[in-house]
Structures are given as structure tokens and as C-alpha cells.
T-cell receptor, first 115, second 112 residues
């Protein structure tokens, strides 16, 4: 158990809909990262937050947004969903925002299926 | 453009033998590399890392080798055990180390 929790575990929705994925980092971790893993693909970095502020952005679509709240939990919002958005979404946390040795601890993921 | 490549999607090894997983990168700004292991229905877990100031890092049965000139690293598992069967992701990072780029993964099967 990494200490990172993600809810829900599974989500099935229809095209055009909007969903919210939630992540609670390990106790004491200030950084939260979001990744997308599509079928047979590696982990694609989406976005990072540190102590409530956006710190780095990857290949995140404009239809997607995220935020980190004062209690450090984070939410990833996906809107106008398309079939291609079906994927595993992972949240990870780490103690620092940067620096060598910044290993990330991953949650179990949320599997999103768009029908 | 894949900056971190793992050209073998899968690898099968006999229990007790050596498993060698390879990874290549293209971005010369990467100077910190990590390996993660992932079991089905779980998130990836950190396994071992190496900084570019080293060419080898060892942790128990796991050793990572880095060849900077070839932009190549490898993970050696000796001896391989059935519990090592998982997907292994190579990942790379560069200053300021807030972004980590993952490869597509190699699925390792250790046959008893």
C-alpha cells in the first residue's frame, strides 16, 4: 500500500459527459502528479501540483483540468468525454516538488471507460 | 516523439536466471533515471534509480547500468523469481526534476 488513494476505482460513462477523479496523497506529501495510461501505452504525464499550485504541465488536453485543494487532495476533471479518453488514470505523490531523488508513490488508479 | 523507449514489449525468463530489461532515451538533458514495477490492478511502485554521475547502482537482486554515451540503461534481475513477473517501466527526468517521462513498459514473465 503506497498510501495514495484514488476514487473511484472504476467509472463508466458516456461520450460528452464530465467526470471527476479524486486523489489523496500520502500523508506529508505536497506534490501530486496525474498520469494517463491508455491501452498498451506507457504512462503519459498530464500535470503536477505542489502545495496547491500548478508546477508542470504535460500532454494534458484542454478538456481536462485539475486542481489541488488546501487539504492537499487533488481532483482531475475530464469533460466532453470521447471514446479515446478511456484509460487508466494514475495519481502519484512525492514529498518534494523537484530535485534528484524525487521518487513518486502511485495510487491504484481509476479505470475510466467511455461508451 | 517517444523520449524514453523500451523496445521489447515482453520478455520471458526461467526462474533463477538473469533478466535483462533495456531502455533507451533520446533527450540528452535527462540525468536521472528510475525503474518502476507494476502488477496488474495496482499502481507502479518505485524499484531503483540511478543518477548520471554513476554508471551502476545495485540494490539486492536489482542492478541498473547506465551508458550515457549510448543513452542506454538496463535493469538486471539476478536471480529472477516468479514474483518478479510484472510490467517494468523505465523513466527519465532532468532538471528541475518535476517531470518524469515514462517508457511504454516491458512485461516480464518468470517461468517456474
Amino acid at each position: 500500500d503506497s498510501g495514495v488513494t484514488q476514487t473511484p476505482k472504476h467509472l463508466i460513462t458516456a461520450t460528452g459527459q464530465r467526470v471527476t477523479l479524486r486523489c489523496s496523497p500520502r500523508s506529508g506529501d505536497l506534490s501530486v502528479y496525474w498520469y494517463q495510461q491508455s491501452l498498451d501505452q506507457g504512462l503519459q504525464f498530464l500535470i503536477q501540483y505542489y502545495n496547491g499550485e500548478e508546477r508542470a504541465k504535460g500532454n494534458i488536453l484542454e478538456r481536462f483540468s485539475a486542481q489541488q485543494f488546501p487539504d492537499l487532495h487533488s481532483e482531475l476533471n475530464l469533460s466532453s468525454l470521447e471514446l479515446g479518453d478511456s484509460a487508466l488514470y494514475f495519481c502519484a505523490s512525492s514529498t518534494r516538488t523537484s530535485g534528484i531523488g524525487n521518487e513518486q508513490f502511485f495510487g491504484p488508479g481509476t479505470r475510466l471507460t467511455v461508451l | 516523439d517517444q523520449q524514453v523507449k523500451q523496445n521489447s514489449p515482453s520478455l520471458s525468463v526461467q526462474e533463477g536466471r538473469i533478466s535483462i530489461l533495456n531502455c533507451d532515451y533520446t533527450n540528452s538533458m535527462f540525468d536521472y533515471f528510475l525503474w518502476y514495477k507494476k502488477y496488474p490492478a495496482e499502481g507502479p511502485t518505485f524499484l531503483i534509480s540511478i543518477s548520471s554521475i554513476k554508471d551502476k547502482n545495485e540494490d539486492g537482486r536489482f542492478t541498473v547500468f547506465l551508458n550515457k554515451s549510448a543513452k542506454h540503461l538496463s535493469l538486471h534481475i539476478v536471480p529472477s523469481q516468479p514474483g518478479d513477473s510484472a510490467v517494468y517501466f523505465c523513466a527519465a527526468s532532468g532538471f528541475p526534476y518535476d517531470k518524469v517521462i515514462f517508457g511504454p513498459g516491458t512485461s516480464l514473465s518468470v517461468i517456474p
